[in-house]
């Protein structure tokens, strides 16, 4: 009995430290990506045309990070 409740223990701990990281990680991410969408906000683009411009540049950012996590 008592190695069940040790390896539930063991389990719900790991669990614990797992989602706890999986939360730091996601706040990274939006910290990262909410600084990119400022610096655009910040720049103050003169036309719609230099706005999306930017807008792609960040999306393409955006799409090779995920390309790069996919492979890895």
């Given at each position: 009995?008592?190695?069940?409740?040790?390896?539930?223990?063991?389990?719900?701990?790991?669990?614990?430290?797992?989602?706890?990281?999986?939360?730091?990680?996601?706040?990274?991410?939006?910290?990262?990506?909410?600084?990119?969408?400022?610096?655009?906000?910040?720049?103050?683009?003169?036309?719609?045309?230099?706005?999306?411009?930017?807008?792609?540049?960040?999306?393409?950012?955006m799409?090779?990070?995920?390309?790069?996590?996919?492979?890895?």
């Open positions: 009995m008592a190695t069940v409740d040790s390896s539930a223990a063991f389990i719900k701990e790991y669990q614990e430290r797992f989602e706890k990281k999986l939360k730091e990680n996601e706040i990274v991410l939006l910290e990262h990506w909410k600084s990119q969408i400022d610096k655009i906000e910040n720049s103050r683009p003169d036309s719609i045309a230099s706005l999306l411009l930017q807008i792609r540049k960040m999306s393409e950012m799409g090779n990070r995920i390309k790069v996590l996919k492979k890895g």
